[in-house]
């Protein structure tokens, strides 16, 4: 299942000077596939503009064609911030979940509440986007399919598995690598510190020997 999101790349330059000409970048992502029995789902429907600088308004139509049907039914449109739900399959169950506060759409996801069986099948997202130049307009549109699956409950990838299994090891052997290193640091610091006694030892034994000796001198030359 892949999953679905508008990645925002601000450039150096934003993030240092904050220019009012630099723009966020768009990146085109497919939308997760698969959803389970009763909860929320989102739809994704992302179509970048060709040139961020062009000012322009797009307004976006949502389709849906159930398993073995033929016909594609339109279900839900946004235009001009306006959101309307179509079909009555999916009144008080759709949400918008696209670009906020502007006309100019680039993100034309949804939110589907409380799916069921029924909403299997194939969704088809409808970008009609406007582009405005100086002296003329320039009509485009753009179609993303989604042939969606609802299942009982979520299945784990692979992928999803492997990275897990791989977070456990990795704790596990920093744990590990931990014990090590705090055995080898104790043991380099008792050995350091048996040397220590081991030194001073054999110094004081020097001193007293030495005085030992001293003493002997004082007493012969009485």
């Known amino acids: 299942m892949s999953a679905l999101r508008i990645v925002l790349l601000p450039t150096v330059l934003c993030l240092m000077y904050a220019a009012p000409a630099c723009r966020p970048a768009c990146v085109e992502v497919d939308s997760d596939s698969e959803g389970v029995a009763g909860n929320g789902f989102k739809l994704g429907c992302i179509s970048c503009k060709m040139r961020g600088e062009v000012e322009a308004e797009a307004s976006v139509e949502w389709y849906f064609r159930a398993a073995r049907e033929t016909d594609y039914i339109l279900i839900y449109r946004y235009e001009d911030e306006t959101p309307s739900i179509v079909d009555e399959r999916f009144n008080d169950r759709v949400a918008w979940n696209g670009s906020k506060k ?34 003329y307009q320039y009509h485009t549109s753009a179609e993303k399919l989604i042939h969606f699956m609802v299942v009982p409950k979520a299945n784990r990838e692979l992928a ?18 931990l014990v090590v290193e705090m055995i080898y640091c104790y043991r380099k610091i008792a050995a350091a510190g048996e040397e220590a006694l081991r030194e001073s030892a054999a110094e004081y034994l020097a001193i007293a020997s030495e005085s030992k000796d001293n003493c002997t001198g004082v007493q012969v030359a009485e």
């Open 102 to 135: 502007t006309r100019d759409l680039q993100d034309g996801s949804i939110f589907i509440l409380n799916v069921t069986f029924n909403d299997t099948g194939t969704f088809k997202c409808l970008v009609n986007r406007t582009l405005r130049f100086p002296n």
């Open 160 to 177: 999803s598995i492997i990275s897990e299994v791989m977070m456990y090891v990795s704790i596990v052997g920093l744990q590990v690598w």
